[in-house]
Every structure is written in structure tokens, then in C-alpha cells.
């Protein structure tokens, strides 16, 4: 059976795999944002990394097989150095609560008139991790 690959013209993708999603995670990784490799992790791989062809679209990868990971890059210390973690909007939200970003803050933003395009609210929530960062 041959594997049908994820087509971003039909699909409808299970996170916004958008340059500028990956860009505002890459900023979140330099604010000092820790994660720990788990299955059920989506992760961009900037530099090509993985030799193995992405599955999704701007290597982007989907961690089904931690082991499979930890063979490709030795360790699991150098998987978080060279991978970006693109949190979902679940653990971004998760995140929010961690951060002391509350629903109130967010809701705010939401229900301010401004029309969001399918994945800015993600691109909101990310940049509101920044800003609890920074702090």
C-alpha cells in the first residue's frame, strides 16, 4: 500500500505550516521556550537535518516514533537543539495558562472586530508567548 502524502492544495492541514508560523516559533525557541521531544509533537527542521522527505510541506515532520528521532539526531538534547517545536493550538493554549496568559487576554484580542484568516489566531496565540517570555 503505498503511503498518499499530505497535499496542502486539497488537505486541509492539521496546523498551519505557514513560513510565518514557523518563523514566530523559531523566535519562541530563542526567548528560552523548553520542550521536551514527545510523540504527538510537530517540529520544523530549518536546516534540513532529516534526510528522510517530509511528509508535510517546509520540513515540517510529525513525531509518530520518538526512537525513529533519537536515531536521526543521537540524542534527544540534540533534537531540541536543531528542531523547532510548532506547538498546535492546544498546547499553545496550554502554554498561555503556564505563561500566565490568560483566556481573558486572548478573548480580548479575538473579540476586538478584527477578522482573523484560518491559522492568525495561532499566529496570536504564539505571539502572545512571546510577549510572557520577554517578561
Same mark, same amino acid.
Given at each position: 500500500?503505498?503511503? #498518499?502524502? &499530505?497535499?496542502?492544495?486539497?488537505?486541509?492541514?492539521? =496546523? /498551519? &505550516?505557514?513560513?510565518?508560523?514557523?518563523?514566530?516559533?523559531? *523566535?519562541?525557541? @530563542? %526567548?528560552? %521556550?523548553? +520542550?521536551?521531544?514527545?510523540?504527538?509533537? &510537530?517540529? +520544523?527542521?530549518? *536546516?534540513? $537535518? #532529516?534526510?528522510?522527505?517530509?511528509? $508535510?510541506?517546509?520540513? =515540517?515532520?510529525? #513525531?509518530?516514533? %520518538?526512537?525513529? $528521532? =533519537?536515531?536521526? &539526531?543521537?540524542?534527544?538534547?540534540?533534537?531540541?537543539? @536543531? %528542531?523547532?517545536?510548532? /506547538?498546535? +493550538?492546544?498546547?499553545?493554549?496550554?502554554?498561555?495558562?503556564?505563561?500566565?496568559?490568560?483566556? *481573558?487576554?486572548?478573548?480580548?484580542?479575538? !473579540?476586538?472586530?478584527?477578522?482573523?484568516?484560518?491559522?492568525?489566531?495561532?499566529?496570536? #496565540?504564539?505571539?502572545? =508567548?512571546?510577549?510572557?517570555? !520577554?517578561?
Amino acid at each position: 500500500m503505498l503511503a #498518499i502524502r &499530505f497535499n496542502p492544495e486539497k488537505d486541509l492541514a492539521p =496546523i /498551519p &505550516f505557514s513560513e510565518q508560523i514557523c518563523r514566530l516559533a523559531s *523566535d519562541l525557541k @530563542k %526567548l528560552g %521556550l523548553n +520542550w521536551q521531544p514527545h510523540v504527538g509533537c &510537530f517540529v +520544523w527542521d530549518p *536546516d534540513g $537535518f #532529516i534526510t528522510t522527505e517530509s511528509p $508535510f510541506p517546509g520540513k =515540517i515532520y510529525f #513525531i509518530l516514533s %520518538l526512537p525513529r $528521532f =533519537i536515531k536521526i &539526531f543521537g540524542s534527544v538534547e540534540n533534537m531540541v537543539e @536543531k %528542531l523547532v517545536w510548532l /506547538p498546535t +493550538w492546544h498546547q499553545a493554549r496550554m502554554l498561555c495558562h503556564q505563561l500566565g496568559v490568560t483566556d *481573558d487576554d486572548l478573548a480580548n484580542e479575538w !473579540q476586538s472586530g478584527t477578522v482573523f484568516s484560518p491559522g492568525e489566531d495561532l499566529h496570536q #496565540i504564539y505571539r502572545r =508567548i512571546g510577549d510572557a517570555l !520577554q517578561k
